[in-house]
């Protein structure tokens, strides 16, 4: 499972070790990871043009240490330094001992349009706000260089913590992070300015739960639910679907694709959608009663193309099993009634209805997704999986989030959204948590859209159909 850890966790461990190291070896051991990174990057060292952009932080140390590495394998090393008189100074000694220059920011665009390599090492994991403007002209310098950049534990001018950006940032092709993941790494906005992220262990003692958890196969496959030799598909689970409506029977159709894929022994079907359900899947169990009348089900999923039909939510949100609540049914859920069940209940909304759950605009949410998941988790009392390029998942009560980045741009698709929460519904009829169900599914859906779509276009019954593909790789 890959971890993340917030700022002041990282600080606290980098003290920790610091005061049992010689004083500078902490960063020269980072510095080493990212000389390392770099050279990998370039392919040929010797005789490569290589740009530093130095802040005045530790960050900037790092990149001048690395710079001297680099320098004194025969690479052209320049130094532009944004605050010469603050430049790290031990550093800086090092760079110009192994023949490396300095530049002025003026002075900085011809080499850009010249370099190899870029190394950001502007701001540090403690930057806020943005990048000031003689910064952020040098990150749009660095952006039309034909040059890779390398970001120096976190692009420079993105929030490490929570993901925000607030500001010009650098775009990096490359980070090179030191010790842990930072929460911006793998939470949208930042994410996307990340690029690729290659971690750098410098020995630092970190805590046992982390600030945001990313699940790898191993994880899942652990997760995943297996039936054994005295299975049934009783014992296995029976997931109940409260989804479509004569407008949108498709919604119903695509929940209940997601479901039979999604580890539960029967899915059963409640709604007016229930000719086009059996007409596509003969196997699901047809109710023509409503949810509080439709038989024992051991998790049920509510929403999709619902409409308007408040009482199936109430009657879904009155029983005393675990609960989806997805698209029409987060508006018509009452919030009141969600806190007050004693079952798990799992929220799947994108940033369009967590905006409208938590009263903002659509944008605000976009840009404080990790805030804005763990707001609408403690307002309802519930399980949150917040949709997206790169999906969160939070718990009721304070833990780690947990964070999907498995997906494709090609799952932003009509349908897509009602296969990932029948394939949730299955895994929580199954007996997973909320918290696990939701991870799960996410992970599973979106490897089965990268399948799917191979680079071309997809519906989301295609997606629905590479569910059983990503299933087994993720096993095994």
Request: hydrophobic share 50%.
């Amino acid at each position: 499972m890959r971890t993340a850890y917030s700022v002041e966790t990282v600080r606290a461990a980098e003290r920790e070790l610091m005061a049992r190291l010689p004083e500078g070896a902490l960063m020269r051991r980072a510095a080493a990871g990212l000389a390392a990174a770099c050279a990998d990057l370039l392919g040929r060292v010797y005789g490569s043009r290589v740009v530093l952009l130095v802040g005045s932080g530790d960050n900037g140390g790092d990149a001048l240490y690395a710079g001297a590495r680099l320098a004194r394998r025969g690479a052209g090393v320049t130094a532009v330094l944004l605050a010469p008189d603050r430049a790290h100074p031990e550093g800086l000694a090092a760079l110009l001992r192994a023949g490396g220059t300095t530049a002025a920011p003026e002075d900085a665009e011809p080499l850009l349009r010249r370099a190899g390599l870029v190394v950001d090492g502007i701001l540090g994991i403690g930057g806020k706000g943005g990048l000031r403007p003689d910064a952020a002209r040098l990150a749009g310098l660095a952006a039309a260089s034909p040059a890779p950049v390398v970001s120096v534990d976190l692009p420079s001018g993105v929030e490490a913590d929570t993901g925000e950006v607030l500001g010009d940032a650098v775009h990096a092709d490359l980070t090179v992070a030191f010790g842990t993941h930072k929460p911006g790494l793998l939470v949208d906005p930042a994410h996307g300015y990340a690029g690729s992220v290659h971690l750098v262990d410098i020995g630092l003692d970190l805590p046992e739960r982390a600030d945001l958890e990313a699940l790898q196969h191993a994880d899942v496959a652990r997760l995943l639910p297996r039936p054994g030799a005295a299975s049934d598909k009783y014992r296995r689970g029976v997931v109940g679907i409260a989804a479509g409506s004569a407008r949108y029977p498709g919604a119903a159709v695509l929940a209940v694709s997601g479901a039979l894929r999604g580890g539960a022994g029967a899915v059963r079907y409640v709604g007016p959608a229930a000719d086009a359900v059996i007409a596509r899947f003969p196997e699901t169990l047809v109710s023509g009663e409503g949810p509080a009348k439709a038989g024992r089900v051991q998790a049920w999923v509510v929403g999709p193309g619902i409409g308007e039909d408040a009482s199936a939510v109430a009657e879904v949100l009155a029983s005393d099993v675990p609960v989806l609540i997805d698209a029409d049914a987060l508006r018509l859920a009452d919030r009141e009634a969600v806190r007050a069940r004693s079952a798990p209940t799992l929220l799947t909304p994108h940033a369009g209805e967590a905006a409208a759950l938590l009263g903002v605009s659509r944008e605000s949410v976009e840009q404080a997704r990790l805030a804005s998941v763990r707001e609408l988790a403690g307002l309802y009392g519930a399980t949150v999986l917040l949709k997206g390029a790169t999906t969160l998942v939070a718990g009721p009560v304070a833990g780690p989030v947990r964070v999907n980045a498995t997906g494709t741009a090609w799952l932003a698709t009509a349908g897509s959204g009602d296969v990932l929460s029948g394939l949730t519904g299955s895994l929580l009829a199954s007996g997973l948590s909320a918290l696990d169900a939701g991870s799960v599914a996410a992970y599973l859906h979106g490897l089965a859209g990268r399948y799917a779509a191979d680079g071309a276009p997809a519906g989301a019954h295609d997606v629905a159909a590479a569910i059983p593909e990503a299933w087994r790789d993720a096993a095994g």
